[in-house]
């Protein structure tokens, strides 16, 4: 039998116990906890509300102005991670959705354009990428 006293120190240690990877969390992880509500845990969007991450991305950030649009996309510039996290994640799902469409001149996001773009809210997102990316 487990004392009420001795049943709260176990409750505490596992809950300290979960909490814990959340505070080391990779990429993926992150990716889960702040992006896959809406594009969903395989990338794959909700059709014709949130747009799909595979391949399309890609295509994105091979654009001048893409690369500055996808970290203004307020879940993104609004994520509640650091810019050195977003920057991981953004980097992450560039690998995972979309290597097949990268240019083949791709640089990796860097933690300083993560913070200068994410500092510029967009309030459209979808205006805007019709205008600069209507084929996508």
């Given at each position: 039998m487990?004392?009420p006293?001795?049943?709260?120190?176990l409750?505490?240690?596992?809950?300290?116990?979960?909490a814990a990877?959340a505070?080391?969390?990779?990429?993926?992880?992150d990716y889960l906890?702040?992006c896959?509500?809406c594009?969903?845990p395989?990338g794959?969007?909700l059709?014709?509300?949130?747009p799909?991450?595979?391949?399309?991305i890609?295509?994105?950030?091979?654009?001048p102005?893409?690369r500055?649009?996808i970290?203004?996309?307020?879940?993104v510039?609004q994520a509640?991670i650091?810019d050195?996290?977003l920057?991981?994640?953004?980097?992450?799902?560039?690998?995972?959705?979309?290597s097949e469409?990268?240019?083949d001149?791709?640089?990796p996001?860097?933690?300083s354009?993560?913070?200068?773009?994410?500092?510029?809210?967009l309030?459209?997102p979808?205006k805007?990428?019709?205008e600069?990316?209507?084929?996508?």
């Amino acid at each position: 039998m487990i004392l009420p006293a001795a049943r709260s120190a176990l409750v505490a240690a596992l809950l300290l116990g979960a909490a814990a990877p959340a505070s080391r969390a990779d990429p993926q992880v992150d990716y889960l906890l702040h992006c896959s509500g809406c594009h969903m845990p395989d990338g794959s969007g909700l059709d014709q509300v949130v747009p799909t991450l595979h391949e399309v991305i890609g295509r994105i950030v091979a654009e001048p102005e893409g690369r500055a649009y996808i970290v203004r996309v307020p879940g993104v510039s609004q994520a509640p991670i650091s810019d050195e996290k977003l920057t991981d994640v953004i980097n992450w799902m560039l690998a995972e959705f979309s290597s097949e469409t990268l240019p083949d001149d791709f640089e990796p996001f860097t933690v300083s354009e993560v913070g200068r773009s994410r500092s510029q809210l967009l309030a459209d997102p979808l205006k805007l990428r019709a205008e600069l990316f209507p084929d996508y």
